[in-house]
């Protein structure tokens, strides 16, 4: 059997009771203060040894022991609930310090109690069993599942769950609150294929495949893509994206309701029900915004990928750095100048209402099911360029909406001129292989011991030696680099 070389995610609504959604937050609170526990560790095993010129070179402990914070007087309440629970906690650490150790994140920070809330379960709290029983979703069967949650001494007992897709069964599953909703979700490997089926192509052989094409085969088969604030996404086949009637007049009612309780919270006394109440209310607009957002990039990325093309090309927009706020200015006095920060401000809130890097992210992993290549080229010079002449100027883009060519007289809306600037580009990009794909970053764990450590002893599960070097691009750790390794002896006096 030949299985994709991929992974697949899913998640769905869940309904939990009263006791059950209790019970829940209770594994949440105890998973988190696990994880706080080992980063508050870290943090002070790596004060101790700075301080320390006797510790030079002993590493400070990274493991996943967590029977230290265990105490009948002090933690009680760490007995109530299952040790997969307290142990999950620090392997979500050692997971998060390994990220670390690769140069994918920063170090492990606390968890806040406030926003989402997560609770990692392993396959001894939970387990699907088949009721027999299908459901008809989008012209699809799903079986139904009864997801058990809990052990023999600690049940939480079923936890029900809408699923609005099909789905394999998964070793581990996430259970998330946000704002007064539940979800379960989880990743399987995709489902084995018969003998006589071709594996998908990856991302690396379909850029060379496509890189063999001529200009003339590829420009038959490529899309260019330009997103704009006005119009999301404006294709070179002619076709623009752009929310439903229905859709803005239901943002703009999510807003407006966010507004006034906003105004209605203010005049609320802190700690009160009333106030508790009001602000989850204001969470749930926030939900319903986000949501429907959601749905309209994937009801997007999933129409792109469906069409003819098999190469679809955006422009690399850094949405970071395009929604900053803007630096202060001061006068020879040091008087506050305008910088038109309000202006920017709801500048910032277009972009970010435009779902430009969700449509991406979207359309590039559905487009690889589908042996489609999806990639992005500099967007540089790309609303003021002509797509006939190939002349930039910023006098060619008269106004927002028409783009007039000063050379060759060439007026076409200026969103269709770009995605055609766009889809040039990526083509001859393309053809001259200057598209790449970048080595993917994993983390890996192997067994290994010493005797030269900090604190309690290593687990026999540690992290993979790396080396982590970060360049002058990093203002906060420019030129600073990090071995991390064994010590292969132990640590000696002055």
Same mark, same amino acid.
């Given at each position: 059997m030949i299985i994709y070389d991929m992974a697949s995610g899913v998640k769905f609504r869940a309904y939990p009771d009263?006791?059950? %959604? $209790?019970?829940l937050t209770c594994w949440i609170g105890c998973q988190r203060f696990v994880y706080n526990s080992k980063v508050e560790e870290d943090r002070y095993f790596r004060t101790f040894r700075n301080h320390a010129l006797a510790l030079? =070179? /002993?590493?400070?402990?990274v493991d996943q022991q967590y029977s230290q914070f265990k105490d009948e007087d002090l933690t009680p309440w760490l007995f109530e609930v299952p040790s997969q629970i307290l142990r999950n906690g620090a392997y979500r650490f050692m997971q998060a310090y390994a990220r670390f150790f690769k140069g994918l994140s920063q170090r492990p920070s606390r968890k806040k109690r406030q926003g989402r809330q997560t609770v990692l379960l392993t396959k001894e709290l939970f387990q699907f069993t088949a009721t027999g029983k299908t459901t008809r979703v989008n012209d699809g069967l799903v079986k139904e599942h009864k997801l058990m949650i809990g052990t023999?001494?600690?049940i939480v007992g079923e936890l029900k769950f809408i699923a609005h897709r099909p789905y394999e069964l998964p070793n581990s599953i996430s259970i998330s609150r946000h704002n007064t909703?539940?979800? /379960? %979700?989880?990743?399987? =490997? !995709?489902a084995e294929l018969p003998k006589e089926t071709l594996p998908l192509m990856t991302e690396k052989e379909l850029i060379e495949y496509f890189s063999g094409l001529t200009a003339e085969e590829l420009d038959s088969i490529a899309n260019g893509c330009d997103r704009g604030v006005v119009i999301p996404i404006a294709m070179s086949n002619g076709k623009e994206y752009d929310?439903?009637? $229905?859709?803005?007049k239901s943002l703009a009612h999510a807003q407006q309701t966010r507004k006034k309780l906003q105004r209605k919270l203010s005049n609320q006394r802190k700690g009160s029900k009333r106030r508790q109440d009001t602000k989850a209310r204001i969470g749930k607009t926030y939900v319903k915004e986000r949501n429907i957002r959601e749905d309209r990039a994937h009801k997007?990325?999933? !129409?792109? /990928? $469906?069409d003819t093309a098999q190469v679809n090309i955006f422009e690399d927009l850094q949405v970071p750095n395009m929604v900053r706020r803007p630096k202060v200015k001061r006068d020879a006095n040091g008087k506050f100048l305008n910088n038109s920060a309000r202006a920017k401000a709801g500048l910032n809130k277009s972009i970010l209402n435009s779902m430009w890097g969700r449509i991406v992210t979207f359309a590039r992993y559905k487009g690889l099911k589908k042996e489609k290549l999806t990639i992005k080229i500099p967007a540089h010079g790309? %609303? *003021?360029?002509?797509?006939?002449?190939? *002349?930039?100027?910023?006098d060619n883009r008269e106004t927002q909406a028409i783009f007039a060519c000063q050379k060759c007289g060439l007026t076409l809306n200026a969103d269709y001129n770009a995605s055609l600037v766009i889809k040039k580009r990526g083509i001859n990009m393309l053809r001259n292989g200057e598209i790449t794909t970048k080595d993917k970053k994993t983390v890996g764990f192997r067994k290994q011991k010493t005797n030269s450590q900090l604190g309690p002893g290593r687990s026999e599960v540690t992290c993979v030696e790396t080396i982590v070097r970060r360049g002058a691009d990093n203002t906060r750790n420019a030129q600073r680099s990090m071995i991390r390794e064994a010590a292969t002896s132990t640590a000696t006096g002055s």
């Open positions: 009263n006791k059950q %959604s $209790a019970l030079t =070179g /002993v590493q400070s402990p023999e001494k600690f909703q539940w979800h /379960v %979700s989880f990743n399987y =490997g !995709d929310f439903t009637g $229905a859709e803005k997007i990325s999933h !129409d792109i /990928v $469906a790309t %609303s *003021q360029e002509c797509s006939r002449c190939g *002349q930039i100027h910023p």
